[in-house]
């Protein structure tokens, strides 16, 4: 019985660490709902360099530590009796933490790209958002979207 209590909230803890970690895209080809039918200004530009980088939450959930901490927790309860259970949970919870922070931090980072853009007009500037679905080279021909209410901009081909 406590056996299959041990395993039933281990697993819903699991999958709250895995919801926590789901961010939206910040891709250049990926709109929210609220982004949809806006009017944007557009401009044309030449790509004048590009550098991979990394995105990276700006406030962790929190959701990786507690869930890894129950865990753990659960976990080093299991060993030895009395005493022995007590400090087991303790250091259970402390080791589950410290890994689940860093799952949820690596889970959460995404791989993003830096875009300097040289507009028509004459003006530089760069944007950066994640990776994927488009490939920009240095000389490409692009369009910059730019949502004057929010003030986000993006490069697209």
């Not at 933490?97 to 690596?106: A, D, F, N, P």
Request: with cysteine.
């Amino acid at each position: 019985m406590i056996r299959s209590r041990t395993l039933t909230v281990t697993a819903l803890v699991a999958g709250a660490l895995v919801a926590g970690c789901a961010a939206p895209s910040k891709s250049g080809h990926t709109y929210t709902t609220s982004e949809a039918r806006r009017p944007m200004q557009v401009q044309t530009g030449v790509v004048q360099a590009i550098r991979e980088v990394r995105l990276e939450r700006e406030r962790p959930s929190g959701v990786g530590t507690g869930a890894g901490a129950v865990i753990g927790g659960l976990a080093g309860s299991n060993v030895g009796g009395g005493r022995g259970s007590i400090v087991g949970t303790v250091l259970g919870a402390v080791a589950g933490g410290v890994v689940g922070s860093h799952v949820e931090q690596s889970t959460s980072d995404r791989p993003a790209l830096e875009i300097t853009v040289r507009t028509d007009a004459g003006k530089t500037f760069a944007v950066v958002q994640e990776s994927g679905g488009e490939t920009f080279a240095p000389g490409q021909r692009v369009r910059i979207l730019t949502d004057p209410s929010r003030g986000t901009t993006r490069v697209s081909q």
